[in-house]
């Protein structure tokens, strides 16, 4: 069955590292998405690709980066990790834009110590 | 700009009682609103959206585009609804579409 795994599902750094989030579908979905959700915030988008090399920036993209080089996975980097970004993040997809269900992965729960 | 917002952070009921899951929007375009679930420990997922009108797990959501809002109600809540429920927006701007969510209300439906 078609899925999106994300890797690690928690993850413990130390301020200052760099981190990479993967993020995989197999649904050859062009649109694949990064939150992050924080209590009192809910879910805010830090970035998004609509297709191979495409990506965007979301609200809150300021020390996050994404590549995307194929159609599979959206790797979500922290460049210089910061204990503000300890949050839950979450990957999702969508087939085409117009209001198409986004789905989601299992998230990943991150730590900056 | 284009923002959601839930007015509740928590809401608590008694198992069948009515639940009513408030969500406001601010667009300038035609909206399309959906609402996601997410249950203890898992993904979230869509429940519903607006331009399908059906009833999910005995839920229903009304758009009322005079009131700005897309209330999420059910008549008789059940212990297994406690989940955090996230109003969303889906916003066209620039030929970029994104997902605009509320900040969330967590329901709890209590024995």
């Known amino acids: 069955d078609a899925e999106i795994t994300q890797s690690p599902r928690h993850k413990i750094t130390e301020t200052g590292r760099q981190v990479t989030l993967a993020c995989h579908q197999t649904?050859?979905?062009?649109?694949m998405f990064w939150y992050r959700q924080d209590l009192g915030h809910g879910l805010r988008l830090i970035h998004y690709?609509?297709?191979?090399?495409?990506?965007n920036k979301g609200e809150v993209s300021d020390g996050y980066s994404v590549s995307r080089s194929n159609t599979e996975d959206l790797p979500l980097t922290l460049e210089s990790a910061a204990s503000s970004q300890t949050s839950v993040y979450f990957c999702?997809?969508?087939?085409?834009?117009?209001?198409?269900?986004?789905?989601f992965g299992p998230g990943t729960r991150l730590t900056v110590t | 700009a284009q923002r959601v917002t839930q007015p509740e952070k928590l809401l608590s009921v008694f198992k069948g009682a009515p639940v009513e899951l408030k969500c406001n929007y601010s667009?300038?375009?035609?909206?399309?609103l959906f609402w996601y679930v997410q249950y203890s420990r898992q993904r979230l997922q869509l429940l519903l959206r607006?331009?399908s009108r059906e009833s999910i797990k005995g839920f229903t959501a009304d758009l009322n585009k005079g009131e700005t809002s897309f209330h999420l109600k059910k008549p008789f809540a059940q212990e297994e609804d406690s989940a955090m429920y996230y109003c969303a927006l889906s916003s066209y701007q620039g030929g970029s579409e994104k997902l605009v969510f509320g900040k969330g209300t967590k329901l709890t439906v209590n024995p």
């Open positions: 999702a997809s969508s087939e085409v834009t117009g209001g198409y269900e986004q789905y």
């Open positions: 690709s609509y297709g191979v090399h495409d990506t």
């Open positions: 649904w050859n979905h062009n649109n």
């Open positions: 607006h331009i």
């Open positions: 667009y300038s375009g035609s909206p399309e």
